[in-house]
């Protein structure tokens, strides 16, 4: 069983920038792609990016320049750094890992971020 729980979520004004962090219980969490969505009202949830195991990583085109996704395999944890914060950016965060073999996703509570004028 794997638990992921997101922290860092909050209010900034546009340009600022936040530091998501999610993290993970249990031992799959090193072999399997992590990722961060995200889903504003109204919207379906959308990708925001996602690392791999071997640290490859894939990002949104709206995101793409401003918002970094990284991994510590040794504490389980995986960070999405976001700078350059602008107002669609609002939505909540939520904290994936898809696993491998079967392609099962495990979610986050989600954190929301809101970005202000």
């Known amino acids: 069983q794997v638990q992921l729980v997101e922290s860092g979520g909050g209010l900034v004004q546009a340009g600022g920038s936040l530091r998501l962090s999610c993290a993970a219980s249990?031992?799959?969490?090193?072999?399997?792609?992590v990722a961060w969505y995200r889903q504003a009202p109204g919207n379906q949830r959308e990708l925001v990016a996602d690392?791999?195991?071997?640290?490859?990583?894939n990002y949104a085109d709206s995101v793409k320049g401003r918002f970094t996704i990284s991994r510590d395999n040794t504490r389980n944890m995986v960070y999405l750094q976001m700078n350059s914060l602008k107002p669609e950016d609002t939505a909540v965060y939520y904290c994936?890992?898809?696993?491998?073999?079967?392609?099962?996703?495990?979610w986050g509570q989600g954190t929301q971020v809101t970005v202000s004028l």
């Open positions: 249990g031992n799959i969490f090193s072999s399997n792609t």
């Open positions: 994936n890992l898809r696993r491998r073999y079967d392609g099962y996703r495990y």
């Open positions: 690392i791999s195991s071997s640290g490859n990583t």
